[in-house]
C-alpha cells in the first residue's frame, strides 16, 4: 500500500543540511565559477558516500555550480561538500579568472561560463 505522501519518485529523504553536518559556511572561498577536479590522491583513496559523487564527477574539472546542478543539492550543499575535499587534498582547486583591470569580465570566465552552459 502506498502512503498519502509517496508520489511514487524515488527522491531522496535525506535534507542536505544533513550532508553537510549542518554546516552553512567554508573555510575555503569559493565561486560559483571555480573549477575543481580529482587531486592524485582523490583517485586513490576511498572517500565518505556523501563526498564520493562529487569525487565521481570531478575526474573533469567541473564548477561548483556545475556540480550542485549535477547532484541537484542546493549551492551551498555543492559548496562545503568540495571544501571539504579540498582540504583533505581530495579535489585541487583551479584559480579562476579575475576581471580585467577596466572591470570588464574576463573572456577566459565567460569561455567557461559559455562552455559550461552548452554542457548542461
Do not use: K, W
Amino acid at each position: 500500500m502506498r502512503d498519502e505522501f509517496d508520489d511514487g519518485d524515488d527522491v531522496s529523504l535525506v535534507r542536505p543540511y544533513s550532508r553537510t553536518g549542518g554546516r552553512t559556511r567554508t573555510t575555503i572561498d569559493l565561486a560559483l565559477e571555480t573549477l575543481v577536479s580529482v587531486s592524485g590522491r582523490g583517485h586513490r583513496s576511498v572517500v565518505d558516500p556523501d563526498h564520493q559523487p562529487v569525487v565521481d564527477l570531478c575526474t573533469q574539472a567541473r564548477s561548483v555550480a556545475e556540480i550542485a546542478a549535477l547532484l541537484a543539492v542546493p549551492l551551498g550543499v555543492a559548496r562545503i561538500l568540495v571544501a571539504d575535499l579540498a582540504q583533505e587534498g581530495l579535489l585541487s582547486v583551479h584559480d579562476t579568472a579575475t576581471p580585467q583591470a577596466d572591470g570588464a569580465p574576463s573572456m577566459v570566465l565567460m569561455e567557461r561560463v559559455l562552455a559550461g552552459l552548452h554542457r548542461l
